[in-house]
């Protein structure tokens, strides 16, 4: 398989990037929050919900109202009642406006006035019922273990606090002490423990959370720079490809005494355009934004192929080249894959006119489709000793260009008889055969 090429590398960042972080379990969307805030936002909601709880469980308090008339002092219980409501509102509106996680002062002041309420309130109750009717305590007592859990984890002050709980029950029921004081205790101490072990889960997925968002907003910024590093590369291929096939030819020629015929004139309009592009706005050097002469063409960036491959013939026909194509797409591949293969087979024949010394007999064979493409230039020239040859020009530009697209190309040659290129996209699989540019 070809090795994926940077953009295919920044696509694939961007959405990883994209796709992590959509919606976590704190209700931050996409990566607009630091990792940071994922963790204020998840001990926020813990802290929340203790509130909830204990808004919830201050109701439970007015039930000994219903039994007045077995009261011992109901002014007791009325007082516990506005009390608590006092207390449940306080502590959740304390909750819901502080940020991050459950402060551990606002839990001891919960557990201290849980021990008052407890002591204090089951003296409204006849000694010998104050088991039974004050049990309804029960459930807004158990509150305090639970808020112990979430804000003070797994400490000597946080079992120290809950033993004081369990102490103050005690000693609230006595003289009515029966079996149900057990299974009374046994409530506060596992409630404090399932309360920790969920805040730790909780905890422990909301740095999971985090360290995926860290994560993707790193995959972020590697796309990011590989789309750089990929779109500079793209422009220096680009560069070259237009220094080295339309204006080092002119130079050459003309260095070398030749005669400007009519051919090389129009190449050398074409290359002055072209560089005017190029310097007077860097998105000229994008070759599907230029026409055949070298001009701006509004439809140049739909020509196929075909099209493409057919305007190099043309040029080159120009230069004298005898060249009997074949062609024939049934399918488009991707246009940086066109643009690779256009300018390679542009450099393979540029190099038969200045080293075959034979340009009677060239053949070019295109074929192709939208997943894979074959391009032969045979010529019947001089040819060479591909292991005397230093690569230049054309071998590290044009030819390697396309490789990074994931194609390949195979450079045979013999002395004289002649040179075949061959350019495959994508790359065939390895088959053990020898290298490239060995071999008959």
């Not at 696509?11 to 990037?17: M, Y």
């Not at 946080?158 to 003289?175: I, T």
Request: hydrophobic letters at 50%; charged letters at 20%; glycine letters at 10%.
């Amino acid at each position: 398989m070809p090795a994926p090429s940077g953009q295919a590398l920044a696509d694939a960042g961007r959405s990883v990037a994209g796709s992590l972080p959509l919606r976590t379990m704190t209700g931050l969307v996409g990566s607009a929050a630091s990792s940071c805030d994922v963790i204020q936002r998840t001990e926020q909601r813990m802290s929340r919900m203790v509130g909830y709880t204990r808004a919830a469980c201050a109701t439970f308090v007015i039930i000994p109202l219903f039994g007045w008339a077995r009261l011992r002092h109901p002014w007791i219980a009325v007082l516990i009642v506005a009390a608590a409501a006092v207390e449940a509102s306080w502590f959740t509106w304390r909750v819901w406006r502080r940020p991050g996680r459950l402060s551990p002062r606002l839990v001891l002041a919960d557990v201290a006035f849980c021990v008052a309420l407890m002591l204090v309130g089951s003296r409204a109750a006849q000694p010998d019922e104050r088991n039974k009717i004050m049990t309804e305590l029960v459930p807004f007592s158990l509150v305090a273990p639970a808020g112990i859990g979430f804000g003070l984890g797994l400490t000597l002050l946080a079992v120290g606090a809950v033993a004081v709980l369990m102490a103050a029950w005690s000693l609230a029921v006595l003289p009515d002490v029966s079996l149900k004081l057990g299974s009374d205790l046994l409530g506060f101490a596992l409630w404090y423990v399932v309360a920790m072990l969920i805040a730790r889960e909780l905890r422990a997925l909301c740095a999971a959370t985090a360290a995926a968002q860290d994560e993707a907003a790193a995959a972020g910024r590697l796309a990011i720079e590989q789309e750089k590093e990929a779109e500079s590369l793209r422009q220096r291929e680009i560069t070259h490809r237009e220094i080295h096939d339309y204006l080092l030819p002119v130079v050459d020629h003309v260095a070398a005494g030749g005669v400007p015929s009519p051919a090389l004139v129009r190449e050398a309009r074409r290359g002055a355009q072209r560089a005017r592009r190029i310097i007077m706005d860097p998105r000229g050097m994008d070759p599907r934004a230029l026409a055949v002469d070298g001009t701006a063409s509004p439809d140049s960036t739909q020509n196929g192929l075909e099209e493409m491959m057919s305007a190099v013939v043309d040029a080159l026909a120009d230069e004298g080249l005898a060249l009997v194509p074949f062609v024939s797409i049934k399918g488009e591949p991707p246009a940086e894959v066109r643009e690779a293969l256009v300018a390679a087979t542009r450099e393979a024949l540029r190099n038969v006119v200045r080293h075959s010394a034979s340009t009677d007999e060239v053949h070019l064979f295109v074929e192709g489709d939208a997943d894979s493409v074959l391009v032969v230039v045979r010529d019947r020239g001089v040819g060479f000793d591909p292991g005397s040859v230093r690569a230049g020009g054309g071998m590290t530009g044009s030819y390697s260009a396309l490789r990074r697209y994931g194609g390949e190309t195979l450079v045979t040659a013999w002395p004289g008889d002649g040179t075949k290129v061959t350019f495959r996209w994508p790359a065939a699989e390895p088959t053990g055969a020898g290298a490239p540019g060995t071999g008959r």
